[in-house]
Nanobody
């Protein structure tokens, strides 16, 4: 599976962005899709995931993410989305989409098989 993330950019605090990730090469609906982010000097952090059919999704329960981000997918377009609202400067990071063929939900980066190249999100105060 090849993944191509886009939609990042510079936004003011309180604003919104929607990231997209287009997949190609395999049957998209066979994969659980995840979003991760990595800020400079920090470990890669789980953001959220969505089931192959799109009926079940969840985002990280940490206070830094909970309630502000949402994941969706359109299997007809081979695309997964990350809607980010009420953005804060601490959301500044490179955001990655990833795919796993494991049948269960996982938030461990090690269990994702395929990764996009990342898209930079910068939130100014």
């Amino acid at each position: 599976v090849q993944l191509q993330a886009s939609g990042g950019g510079l936004v003011q605090a309180g604003g919104s962005l929607r990231l997209s990730c287009v997949a190609s090469g395999r049957t998209f609906s066979n994969y659980v899709m995840g979003w991760f982010r990595q800020a400079p000097g920090k470990e890669r952090e789980f953001v959220g995931r969505i089931s192959g059919g799109g009926s079940s999704s969840s985002t990280a329960s940490t206070d830094s993410i909970k309630g502000r981000f949402a994941i969706s997918r359109d299997n007809a377009k081979n695309t997964v989305y990350l809607q980010m609202n009420s953005l804060r400067p601490e959301d500044t990071a490179v955001y990655y989409c990833a795919a796993t063929s494991l049948p269960h939900f996982t938030n461990s980066p090690d269990e994702y098989d395929y990764w996009g190249q990342g898209t930079q999100v910068t939130v100014s105060s």
